[in-house]
C-alpha cells in the first residue's frame, strides 16, 4: 500500500540551526500539507501546498518557515533559524485531488528536537 | 468557526467491551468529520468520514461512527474493544478557513483509549 514516508524520523538541533525536514508524498497525489504535534498537544496545521505553491498557511507558519518541492517528488519544510518552541512532531500529509470529501494520508512524523 | 472537541482525555475500556469515544463539533454550513488513530510513535492514520448519507458510518478496524446533528457529535464506537486498539484517537473537521478547499482538517486535541486484558 502506498505511504507517506517521512526522514529524519528524529533530529536534535541546537537554537539558532537550520533545519530540513523531507517528505515523499503518495506518488499520485496532488495535495501536500504540514501539520505539527506539540508533546501532548493537539495536532496543528501549518502549511498546504498545490501546483507548486503555498495554497494556505497558518499564523504559525511566520518567515522563519518555508516549504518547497525541489524536483517533483520529495516535499520539505524548512526551518531556517529554530527556536525551543519549534520542538515538537511533525506530520506530512498528502491528498489525491481537490474538494473536501477526502482523507488525508499521513507520514509518521519527524521529532524535532531544539536545545 | 470550526472546531472540534473530545471531552476526555483518556478513556479506559476492559477488552471484549464495547468502546466510544466522544466527539463534538461546531461548523458554518455542512460538516465533513473525520476520525484518525495514532499508535505509539507512528503517524495519524484514517479510519473513517462522514461527508453526507447514512448517519452510521464504517470504517477500519471494525470501528463506526455515528453523526448526529442534533447533537453535534461524532461519536466513535466498535462493539467489542481490543487490546490492540489501546492508542490516540483524534476526531477532525474540515477547515473551512484555512485552506477547506484544499482539504485542510482542524483536529482536536485527542483521547487516549486504554484497552484492559
Known amino acids: 500500500e502506498p505511504e507517506v514516508t517521512q526522514t529524519p524520523s528524529h533530529q536534535v538541533t541546537q537554537m539558532g540551526q537550520e533545519v530540513i525536514l523531507r517528505c515523499v508524498p503518495i506518488s499520485n497525489h496532488l495535495y501536500f500539507y504540514w501539520y505539527r504535534q506539540i508533546l501532548g498537544q493537539k495536532v496543528e496545521f501549518l502549511v498546504s501546498?498545490?501546483?507548486?505553491?503555498?495554497?494556505?498557511k497558518s499564523e504559525i507558519f511566520d518567515d522563519q518557515f518555508s516549504v518547497e518541492r525541489p524536483d517533483g517528488s520529495n516535499f520539505t519544510l524548512k526551518i531556517r533559524s529554530t527556536k525551543l518552541e519549534d520542538s515538537a512532531m511533525y506530520f506530512c500529509?498528502?491528498?489525491?485531488?481537490?474538494?473536501?470529501?477526502?482523507?488525508?494520508?499521513f507520514g509518521e512524523g519527524s521529532r524535532l528536537t531544539v536545545l | 468557526a470550526q472546531s472540534v472537541a473530545q471531552p476526555e482525555d483518556q478513556v479506559n475500556v476492559a477488552e471484549g467491551n464495547p468502546l466510544t469515544v466522544k466527539c463534538t463539533y461546531s461548523?458554518?454550513?455542512?460538516?465533513?468529520l473525520f476520525w484518525y488513530v495514532q499508535y505509539p510513535n507512528r503517524g495519524l492514520q484514517f479510519l473513517l468520514k462522514?461527508?453526507?448519507?447514512?448517519?452510521l458510518v464504517k470504517g477500519s478496524y471494525g470501528f463506526e461512527a455515528e453523526f448526529n446533528k442534533s447533537q453535534t457529535s461524532f461519536h466513535l464506537k466498535k462493539p467489542s474493544a481490543l487490546v490492540s486498539d489501546s492508542a490516540l484517537y483524534f476526531c477532525a473537521v474540515r477547515d473551512r478557513l484555512y485552506g477547506g478547499s484544499q482539504g485542510n482538517l482542524i483536529f482536536g486535541k485527542g483521547t487516549k483509549l486504554s484497552v484492559k486484558p
Open positions: 501546498f498545490y501546483n507548486n505553491e503555498i495554497s494556505e
Open positions: 461548523v458554518s454550513g455542512n460538516p465533513y
Open positions: 500529509a498528502s491528498k489525491s485531488s481537490g474538494g473536501n470529501t477526502g482523507e488525508l494520508f
Open positions: 462522514y461527508i453526507t448519507g447514512d448517519n
